[in-house]
Protein backbone atom coordinates (compact mmCIF):
# COMPACT_ATOMS: atom_id res chain seq x y z
CA UNK A 1 0.00 0.00 0.00
CA UNK A 2 2.67 2.61 0.54
CA UNK A 3 4.75 1.67 -2.30
CA UNK A 4 1.41 2.47 -4.28
CA UNK A 5 1.10 5.80 -2.84
CA UNK A 6 4.62 6.41 -3.40
CA UNK A 7 4.36 5.86 -6.91
CA UNK A 8 1.07 8.03 -7.09
CA UNK A 9 2.80 10.77 -5.98
CA UNK A 10 5.80 10.66 -7.66
CA UNK A 11 3.64 10.51 -10.66
CA UNK A 12 1.36 13.60 -9.51
CA UNK A 13 4.44 15.73 -9.12
CA UNK A 14 6.02 15.00 -12.43
CA UNK A 15 1.98 15.46 -13.83
CA UNK A 16 2.22 19.30 -11.79
CA UNK A 17 6.23 20.46 -12.83
CA UNK A 18 6.33 18.93 -16.65
CA UNK A 19 4.04 21.02 -18.49
CA UNK A 20 5.54 24.37 -16.63
CA UNK A 21 9.00 23.23 -17.85
CA UNK A 22 7.60 22.47 -21.26
CA UNK A 23 5.97 25.71 -21.69
CA UNK A 24 8.80 28.06 -20.18
CA UNK A 25 11.00 25.80 -23.19
CA UNK A 26 8.93 26.12 -25.58
CA UNK A 27 8.12 30.44 -25.18
CA UNK A 28 11.98 30.80 -24.49
CA UNK A 29 12.35 28.86 -28.16
CA UNK A 30 9.84 31.11 -30.06
CA UNK A 31 11.06 34.58 -28.01
CA UNK A 32 14.56 33.27 -28.98
CA UNK A 33 13.48 32.55 -32.88
CA UNK A 34 11.85 36.28 -32.87
CA UNK A 35 15.02 38.36 -31.43
CA UNK A 36 17.80 36.28 -33.82
CA UNK A 37 15.57 37.61 -36.63
CA UNK A 38 15.50 41.23 -35.44
CA UNK A 39 19.30 41.20 -34.35
CA UNK A 40 20.95 39.01 -37.38
CA UNK A 41 20.15 41.35 -40.34
CA UNK A 42 21.37 44.32 -38.16
CA UNK A 43 24.65 42.55 -37.02
CA UNK A 44 25.25 40.77 -40.59
CA UNK A 45 22.87 42.53 -43.69
CA UNK A 46 23.98 39.70 -45.81
CA UNK A 47 22.25 36.68 -44.28
CA UNK A 48 19.37 35.22 -46.03
CA UNK A 49 18.46 34.32 -42.23
CA UNK A 50 18.70 33.52 -38.76
CA UNK A 51 18.09 30.57 -36.36
CA UNK A 52 18.63 30.05 -32.80
CA UNK A 53 19.67 27.37 -30.55
CA UNK A 54 20.24 26.54 -26.87
CA UNK A 55 23.85 25.70 -26.05
CA UNK A 56 25.79 24.79 -22.65
CA UNK A 57 28.96 25.33 -24.11
CA UNK A 58 28.24 28.63 -26.96
CA UNK A 59 30.52 31.36 -28.06
CA UNK A 60 28.36 33.13 -25.11
CA UNK A 61 27.93 31.02 -22.59
CA UNK A 62 24.90 29.00 -21.29
CA UNK A 63 21.96 29.91 -22.95
CA UNK A 64 20.18 30.99 -26.23
CA UNK A 65 23.01 31.66 -29.54
CA UNK A 66 22.07 33.55 -32.26
CA UNK A 67 23.19 32.43 -36.04
CA UNK A 68 23.09 33.75 -39.55
CA UNK A 69 22.19 31.33 -41.98
CA UNK A 70 23.60 31.30 -45.59
CA UNK A 71 25.18 33.90 -44.91
CA UNK A 72 28.60 34.30 -47.10
CA UNK A 73 31.10 31.72 -45.45
CA UNK A 74 28.37 29.95 -43.54
CA UNK A 75 26.65 30.09 -40.33
CA UNK A 76 28.20 32.45 -38.03
CA UNK A 77 27.10 33.31 -34.28
CA UNK A 78 25.89 36.92 -34.01
CA UNK A 79 24.90 37.78 -30.54
CA UNK A 80 24.19 35.36 -27.31
CA UNK A 81 20.54 36.11 -26.31
CA UNK A 82 21.03 34.69 -22.68
CA UNK A 83 19.41 32.31 -20.68
CA UNK A 84 15.98 33.87 -20.75
CA UNK A 85 15.79 35.72 -24.30
CA UNK A 86 13.84 39.22 -24.69
CA UNK A 87 13.24 41.19 -27.81
CA UNK A 88 15.61 43.98 -28.35
CA UNK A 89 14.41 47.43 -28.87
CA UNK A 90 16.33 49.53 -31.10
CA UNK A 91 17.16 52.65 -29.36
CA UNK A 92 16.03 56.37 -30.13
CA UNK A 93 18.10 58.52 -31.61
CA UNK A 94 20.39 60.46 -29.12
CA UNK A 95 19.68 58.01 -26.46
CA UNK A 96 22.22 56.11 -24.75
CA UNK A 97 22.78 52.26 -25.57
Do not use: K
Amino acid sequence: MRRAMRIVVIVGLICLVLPGILTTASFSHATAERACAIIAPYQDPTTRGSSAHFELFGDGGLGWQCYTVGAYGGDRNVAPLGLFPAIPTRPEPGQRT
